[in-house]
């Protein structure tokens, strides 16, 4: 499994688990900020699943809505940091 398949599988449970009804799978260029399928408490969400289960710290350079566009955005603001925490 690729990082970016690791990543598009943790942003799409996390997104599962905290919508209130059914959810279509998330593939890696789903647009999620414009689709309103994340909020900023689901955000925080994948922050922390992301630094609880890669071991990276995002800092706030990283939490900016740019990186959180669409999977592969985001693993690309993931990727250096994987890097400076190995």
Do not use: W, Y
Not at 8 to 14: N, S
Not at 25 to 32: A, H, Q, R, V
Not at 37 to 61: F, N, P, Q, W, Y
């Amino acid at each position: 499994m690729t990082d970016l398949e690791r990543l598009r599988a943790l942003v799409e449970r996390v997104i599962r688990e905290s919508a209130s009804g059914p959810v279509e799978p998330i593939e890696p260029d789903t647009p999620l900020l414009i689709s309103g399928l994340l909020d900023s408490l689901t955000i925080m969400k994948i922050v922390g699943e992301i630094e609880r289960e890669h071991g990276v710290r995002l800092g706030d350079a990283e939490i900016v809505a740019a990186n959180f566009r669409d999977v592969r955005a985001l693993c690309r603001a993931v990727a250096p940091e994987q890097t400076v925490a190995r």
